[in-house]
T-cell receptor, first 114, second 112 residues
Framework: EPEVTQTPSHQVTQMGQEVILRCVPISNHLYFYWYRQILGQKVEFLVSFYNNEISEKSEIFDDQFSVERPDGSNFTLKIRSTKLEDSAMYFC????????????FGDGTRLSIL | GQQLNQSPQSMFIQEGEDVSMNCTSSSIFNTWLWYKQDPGEGPVLLIALYKAGELTSNGRLTAQFGITRKDSFLNISASIPSDVGIYFC????????????FGKGTKLTVNP
């Protein structure tokens, strides 16, 4: 069964550094998402992306964050000048259609900021 | 506000027992989804619901989209040890938003 893949599985970074989290969505999906889950808490929406532009973002997704689809298969989340509170699991998801079809999630990247 | 209240927070049951968990909101949803998350992994879709009153099964799992469109429940029948994990409800609010809003999860422990 097709799945969303994310790399790396674990990223350790010094505070203030930039990180790029990578995702390969399911191949026929057109809508892409990033969510985060702080340890022990619920999954929170960050951003949705369709047709090479952001379609929706949360208040968490400030100027520190950016997303990009650099080629036909990858979807990335960049976090500039990381802070301790950015430590979390970051999940990528994709769906065939944005407002009805279910979103399928990858296994996440655990980001640890030191 | 755009909050989902999921209960119970945790459940400890014996293998073979049935389980029920639910989510409620003060807002109207147009989609309800139920996911299961195992440690160190991402949420895995169990059941998707699209219409008020819809009742859908997936093996031993059954979920319903409430008539008022503000709630949903998930039942697991005849639980087995591999049912252990955290179950999340998630929904899309009426109005065309793409984002999923998640509940806080129900942690299920099954004693063999």
């Amino acid at each position: 069964e097709p799945e969303v893949t994310q790399t790396p599985s674990h990223q350790v970074t010094q505070m203030g550094q930039e990180v790029i989290l990578r995702c390969v969505p399911i191949s026929n999906h057109l809508y892409f998402y990033w969510y985060r889950q702080i340890l022990g808490q619920k999954v929170e929406f960050l951003v949705s992306f369709y047709n090479n532009e952001i379609s929706e973002k949360s208040e968490i997704f400030d100027d520190q964050f950016s997303v990009e689809r650099p080629d036909g298969s990858n979807f990335t989340l960049k976090i500039r000048s990381t802070k301790l509170e950015d430590s979390a699991m970051y999940f990528c998801a994709s769906s065939e259609e944005g407002r009805v079809q279910p979103q399928h999630f990858g296994d996440g990247t655990r980001l640890s900021i030191l | 506000g755009q909050q989902l209240n999921q209960s119970p927070q945790s459940m400890f049951i014996q293998e073979g027992e049935d389980v029920s968990m639910n989510c409620t909101s003060s807002s109207i949803f147009n989609t309800w989804l139920w996911y299961k998350q195992d440690p160190g992994e991402g949420p895995v879709l169990l059941i998707a619901l699209y219409k008020a009153g819809e009742l859908t099964s997936n093996g031993r799992l059954t979920a319903q989209f409430g008539i008022t469109r503000k709630d949903s429940f998930l039942n697991i029948s005849a639980s087995i040890p591999s049912d252990v994990g955290i179950y999340f409800c998630a929904g899309r609010f009426q109005g065309g938003s793409e984002k999923l809003v998640f509940g806080k999860g129900t942690k299920l422990t099954v004693n063999p």
